[in-house]
């Protein structure tokens, strides 16, 4: 079965937007995603990179034109006056029940991105995330405790770390064997890779 690499960092919007279309993506390639959480910050770090958000008229432009993609997708988008969100526990939290193998990986990326980017919860706050979470039929506490593990924050690291040597400088950013696809707006180049 044909798969295609998905990184991404729960903070980016444009992540956010590819991450509703994946299951569409899937359904019409017959392709799997596999699914890469990395800390964007350090991608960014290691790359030179700065979010778009940074450039106020650029950042105020962004946000317009991931709206039209949101609009024409049907679904939901919200600028969040929290932003940016340090992801990093959140990321880790993902990366915990990705190496457990835990079923509910996809349900926790569904919640975490609605409460950023359709919520505009301030996801910086503890108690904020442990109650988003606890909500959603997650144990907060536990998810914690996994998030804090040496070798959860070992494997975000070494996953982030390969992405910069495959060229990443952003998210999300998809690969079709080695071929890198950078921008949700890519998805249709993705998608054209994928049944090639």
């Avoid at 606890?134 to 070992?154: R, V």
Wanted: charge should be negative; include cysteine; aromatic fraction near 12%.
């Amino acid at each position: 079965m044909k798969t295609f690499d998905f990184y991404f960092d729960f903070g980016s919007l444009a992540a956010y937007l590819a991450h509703t279309q994946l299951p569409k993506m899937c359904a019409e390639t017959g392709a799997s995603a596999n699914l890469l959480p990395m800390l964007l910050g350090g991608v960014f770090q290691a790359t030179g990179n700065v979010s778009p958000m940074t450039v106020p008229a650029k950042g105020r432009y962004a946000f317009m034109d991931f709206k039209r993609f949101a609009d024409g997708y049907g679904v939901p988008l919200n600028m969040n006056p929290h932003f940016p969100i340090i992801t990093t526990t959140l990321m880790r939290m993902v990366t915990a029940l990705q190496t457990k193998n835990d079923p509910r990986m996809q349900n926790f990326m569904d919640v975490v991105f609605q409460a950023i980017w359709v919520d505009s919860l301030n996801m910086n706050d503890p108690a904020i995330v442990g109650q988003v979470l606890t909500d959603a039929g997650f144990d907060a506490a536990a998810l914690l405790a996994m998030a804090n593990d040496q070798a959860t924050k070992d494997q975000l690291k070494a996953v982030t770390m390969r992405a910069v040597e495959r060229g990443v400088f952003g998210a999300p950013s998809f690969f079709v064997g080695e071929e890198m696809f950078w921008g949700q707006d890519r998805i249709e180049q993705v998608k054209a890779a994928l049944k090639a």
